[in-house]
């Protein structure tokens, strides 16, 4: 099975609002990424949260990790038409080395 | 620079044919990989090599084949296609530190057995 799980699958809202999803896995980790893959395309790297950090910030992106409960989210602030892609996070597993493990991801779409 | 390069863009097969899906970065990366996406299973890692002449198996090795002669490039092989080998290819770089920064992926295979 995965090493990390996605929630929502899907997630559909109106230009202006904020989406958020979540991340949960099972083993500790290194660190935790989050990648955004437009249809079609190859997945383009967002923010990388440490496992020693809380929160983090970039742009419209606020990454959390609370590595007590396995889990992270991930909120995109006043969304954008462009912002319609699929969400994917992935770990980093302590004694992992080389694997990077990816979710099945949350399919967002933002409508004007 | 280019980046992380990828042919070709789509490839169709037939059972037991055999390919080589290329891959080559620019950026001077010790680390690259290749993973598989399907419908609703987010990416698999497939192989990994982190310098010229390692390579190491991933989550799903079977049926595919690499080597890693250069820096620059890291060929996937397929020896007797298979229809569930049918799937979209990334190949990814990165340099590894103390854990894995960032991965920087190619555009994407899509590949069909019949």
């Known amino acids: 099975s995965q090493q990390g799980e996605e929630d929502p699958q899907a997630l559909s809202i109106q230009e202006g609002e904020n989406a958020t999803m979540n991340c949960s896995y099972k083993?500790?980790?290194?660190?935790l990424q989050w990648y955004r893959q437009n249809s079609g395309r190859g997945l383009v790297h967002l923010i990388l949260i440490r496992s020693n950090e809380r929160e983090k910030h970039s742009g419209r992106l606020r990454v959390t990790l609370d590595t007590s409960k396995k889990s992270s989210s991930l909120l995109i602030t006043a969304s954008r038409a462009a912002d319609t892609a699929s969400y994917f996070c992935?770990?980093?597993?302590?004694?992992?080395?080389?694997?990077?493990?990816f979710g099945a991801g949350t399919q967002v779409v933002v409508t004007p | 620079n280019a980046g992380v390069t990828q042919t070709p863009k789509f490839q169709v097969l037939k059972t037991g044919q055999s390919m080589t899906l290329q891959c080559a970065q620019d950026m001077n990366h010790e680390y690259m990989s290749w993973y598989r996406q399907d419908p609703g299973m987010g990416l698999r890692l497939i192989h990994y090599s982190v310098g010229a002449g390692i390579t190491d198996q991933g989550e799903v090795p079977n049926g595919y084949n690499v080597s890693r002669s250069t820096t620059e490039d890291f060929p996937l092989r397929l020896l007797s296609a298979a229809p569930s080998q049918t799937s979209v290819y990334f190949c990814?770089?990165?340099?590894?530190?103390?854990?894995?920064?960032?991965?920087?992926f190619g555009s994407g295979t899509q590949l069909s057995v019949l």
């Open positions: 992935a770990t980093d597993v302590v004694d992992s080395w080389g694997k990077l493990q």
């Open positions: 083993t500790s980790i290194n660190n």
């Open positions: 990814a770089s990165s340099t590894p530190g103390r854990g894995f920064e960032k991965l920087f």
